[in-house]
Structure formats: C-alpha cells, structure tokens
C-alpha cells in the first residue's frame, strides 16, 4: 500500500535534482519512499535497484507514467528530447553477476546487493578517492566466506578481519569481487530515437535514476 507523493516531496525531489549532489539525490528519494509507503519499506535495507525500481514506479503513479528524456545524438552529439514510458522500464537482472563467487577449488564468498548509502558515499568522489571506496563497499558486502567443510557468517567477523581477508587475495580473486559490485543490475532502458538536428537514427541504452527523474 502506498500514496502519491504530494507537491511538497516533488519540490523536494526536484531540488536534490537540481543540486547535482547523489547524496542529496538520493536521501530525498529515500525520504519520498518511506513516507508514501507509510514506513512499510525502509530503503535503507534495499539494495541499490531495488530503491531505484520503487521509486520508478511511485513516480509514474504520481506525476504521469510517461516522462521527457534528454538524450545526445552519437552522430552529431546533440541533445534530443525523447518520451518514455515509465512502466516500460525494468531492472536488467539478465547479466546480473552471481551473488556466489568462488575464489579457489575450496573457498569462496557469497556477497550482498550494496545499500543506497554506500553507492551515494562514493558517487562524487575523485577516482582516486572512489578506488579505496570500493574496497570498504566491498568489505561490507561479503555476508559469508565458505570453505569444503563450513559457512562463515561475516557477521560473527569484525571489520579487520574481513578487510585482512580481502588483503590476502591475489589480483584476480579481487577483480571478481570488484566486478560483482561494479556489474550488479540497473534501471536500463533501450531508446530507439531520429536525432531533431542531424535526424540520423540511433539506439542507445539509458540507465540510473537520474536519467529518468
């Protein structure tokens, strides 16, 4: 059960637009679900798509189902206003990465969906500053190790241990847990559009939140 949010959230929702800052972004579309919800959903226990795919849907129900997208020509790399649907767009879960990965023929880890806070935490960081980033997201994303005899409960772990785990992977075991991170499903929608300058045909992918605010 839900409502529409009312015209003084949509002010809120445009204006954490408007600034540009995912925090700030992310925090009012936090807000918005949990109030039209009634506090039944807490978006601090979702996961990043699954925040993004309700507030998707409580958008569509409460200013209109079809919103103006702009997107650029890949010809002539001009902006064109393009309608969408709303209830056309989905959570690509198809090239979703497996929630289990192994490391070795014994050990391996099984990861958890990144929270909305950990992904607006890093969004408008330097690269630099995003590289150390990931690895906390990821520390904080490993809900068990195993091995051929047991499960292990991060959760029974403190922080150190998980990140002297992380430290004692080569580079490719890693790469495997940074790839389920920076690979796990979006909001994405195919666009097929006639550029309104040069009118040459494209077909691009659009994906995130914010294209289709």
């Not at 998707?56 to 890949?74: H, I, Q």
């Not at 906390?136 to 785990?165: A, G, M, Q, V």
Request: with cysteine; charged share 30%; hydrophobic share 35%.
């Amino acid at each position: 059960m839900y409502r529409p949010y009312l015209v003084k959230e949509e002010k809120i929702l445009m204006l954490a637009m408007e600034s540009g800052e995912t925090k700030q972004i992310m925090q009012s579309v936090k807000d918005a679900i949990s109030s039209c919800t009634f506090g039944k959903v807490d978006p601090d226990t979702i996961s990043v798509f699954d925040l993004e795919y309700i507030f998707l849907k409580l958008r569509s129900k409460s200013v209109g189902e079809v919103s103006k997208v702009n997107v650029t020509c890949t010809k002539c790399e001009k902006k064109t206003t393009v309608e969408v649907n709303l209830e056309e767009i989905d959570v690509n879960m198809k090239l979703a990465p497996e929630t289990k990965i192994k490391l070795t023929d014994k050990i391996g880890v099984i990861m958890r969906w990144p929270k909305v806070d950990m992904i607006a935490d890093i969004a408008d960081k330097t690269p630099e500053q995003q590289k150390e980033a990931v690895f906390d997201i990821i520390t904080e994303c490993i809900e068990s190790i195993y091995d051929d005899k047991k499960i292990y409960p991060t959760s029974d772990s403190s922080k150190e241990e998980r990140t002297e785990f992380i430290e004692s992977l080569n580079q490719n075991q890693f790469k495997l847990l940074q790839n389920f991170i920076e690979n796990m499903p979006k909001l994405q929608h195919k666009l097929d559009f006639a550029c309104e300058h040069c009118k040459a045909e494209n077909s691009i992918i659009v994906q995130g939140l914010k294209n289709f605010f």
